[in-house]
């Protein structure tokens, strides 16, 4: 999928409370594909005991905490200071696109708002995250397709092993991933029924939230290959892949 001007200035808010410390390597990590993460700012009560393997991660990739105690009991403050950081950051700075790092369905408004200005949001939450907030951003990745290996622990403190990519067969079965790619070529193709590969992801890109990432494949061209339902060429002289559905070809 194309990526966004690898020089744009990013702004990151991260919702501590429902985000884990182990995918801050991960997430930065993708960001930079995309540009320079100048804004790095992550917020929760960090008094609370369930924070405290925080200090670490935010001192080793240069986060400033932003703190914020709870008034009330049982009310999460510090949604509110986020969103009215990023609102004011969206009016006081030139930002090229913003981060949320969360699983809390509450900041779509916020996404919302600054797509509005059409400036690109990316979001990064757990499996769990509410599919609202999701297909609200630019591009959702799942955190734990960004952990490394052999450090997600479980409920009872067992380390686990995660399933790097789905296969073919199971990616065949996504009833929505295949509409999504088979549009996408439909809606690029050109008269031979070819669609260039950066086409469709541009497609995907303008009208989903779609990330290869949450499959287990870094590009959109491996994703496909792995499916298997596609005719693929690549022209040897320009490197360019090419696209097509199978139904296509059956009706020439």
């Not at 990526?3 to 997430?27: C, P, Q, T, V």
């Not at 240069?62 to 999460?76: C, G």
């Not at 590969?197 to 949450?214: E, H, K, T």
């Amino acid at each position: 999928m194309k990526k966004e001007r690898n020089n744009a200035h990013i702004a990151l808010f991260i919702d501590s409370d429902n985000i884990s410390h182990r995918s801050l390597e991960g997430i930065l990590n993708e960001l930079s594909n995309y540009g320079v993460v100048n804004i790095r700012q992550a917020y929760g009560n960090w008094t609370k005991e369930n924070l405290k393997h925080w200090e670490e991660k935010l001192l080793e990739f240069a986060i400033k905490p932003i703190q914020q105690f709870d008034y009330t009991k049982n009310k999460n403050a510090t949604d509110i200071l986020m969103t009215i950081d990023a609102i004011d950051l969206l009016h006081t700075k030139k930002i090229d696109m913003f981060a949320f790092a969360t699983s809390d369905s509450d900041f779509t408004p916020v996404v919302m708002r600054i797509l509005s200005d059409g400036i690109k949001v990316y979001g990064f939450g757990e499996k769990k995250t509410p599919k609202p907030f999701i297909a609200a951003c630019s591009q959702f990745i799942f955190t734990e397709n960004l952990i490394p290996e052999n450090t997600i622990i479980d409920e009872m403190g067992v380390q686990k092993r995660h399933v790097d990519r789905m296969s073919g067969e199971a990616l065949r079965k996504d009833v929505w991933l295949i509409n999504l790619l088979q549009n996408a070529v439909t809606q690029s193709m050109e008269d031979d029924g070819w669609a260039r590969l950066a086409d469709v992801g541009q497609y995907i890109n303008n009208n989903s939230s779609f990330s290869p990432i949450n499959y287990g494949y870094k590009k959109l061209s491996v994703l496909i290959d792995a499916v298997d339902s596609f005719d693929i060429y690549l022209d040897d002289k320009t490197k360019q892949m090419s696209i097509r559905n199978r139904e296509f070809r059956s009706r020439v």
